[in-house]
């Protein structure tokens, strides 16, 4: 009989999915859950045949040069692989598989939800009452928001997720707009009735929201630069559920100060676990709505990215290509 893989997760999952990989594998887990440190993160690519990272986990080519040798497969637990070098790992043959399509719908009914809750005052109005500050009643001029029907819906990065905002956002009464590398096919651009910008420039200027749903690569890295979110219009509302080094944190945050924006809606950071204190300041006075990176953060989606991993870890382990496979061309590009 074969030996069982050695199976290193850096993060504690949902249980149904580590007691099927208990079953299926020889799975080390971190058992109190602390994010790794680089020294243990090598440890673990030292010894393990498979490492099960999260977002959590920075793989840099340095670390991957200490791999052991029968370091095989990195089976992320996430669909966003901008934390592994994948280049490094291609060239020591270990092989790197995501998560894509489970946490699609999750993600964008997150980004739906910061674009109906920044304008209409969702969290302000919520914090009103549970911190028992004074309401003195309804009143017809009190805590008015802004209109979410009939407005223009830019989205940057028509890919699954942002095609899947596109379909929920039509619902709602906004048109769509999106900027991409391409225009995406036919009948999509139909169905949601869709305008592509080639010049993000231009499309940028005329939207009244604007949602980051593109991968960080090399070519995305502040693509929501300080030049770019000037030409912003002054009611513009920003959503980010993406990633936080897409957009120019500290240009966007000077931005908000100055009342060049309206408002922004953002599940990450550009230094996440931190924060900018300033954007908790603009929160507080409910021009922001920041949440702690929940966007894919739904149990049924938690069980379906497990149940990827393992499929990819065992097709590997069959000898086949796995689903999931991350290939360099694609996060170059
Ligand atoms: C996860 C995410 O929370 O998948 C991604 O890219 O950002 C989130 O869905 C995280 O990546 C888990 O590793």
Known sequence: TRTKPLVIVTRRLPEPVETRMRELFQTRLNIDDHPLSQAELVEAMRSADVLVPTVTDRIDASMLAQAGERLRLIAHFGTGVDNIDIDAAAARGVTVTNTPRVLTEDTADMTMALILAVPRRLVEGARILVEGREWKGWSPTWMLGRRIWGKRLGIVGMGRIGTAVARRARAFGLSIHYHNRRPVDAATEEELEATYWDSLDQMLARMDFVSVNCPHTPATYHLLSRRRLKLLRPDAILVNTARG??????????????????????????????????????????????????GSATIDGRIEMGEKVIINIRTLMDGHRPPDRVLPSQVRA
């Open 245 to 294: 080094e897409v957009v120019d944190e500290a240009a966007l945050i000077e931005i908000l100060e100055e009342n060049g924006i309206a408002g922004a809606g953002l599940d990450v950071f550009e230094h996440e676990p931190a924060v900018n204190p300033r954007l908790l300041k603009l929160a507080r006075h409910g021009k922001v709505i920041l949440l702690p990176h929940m």
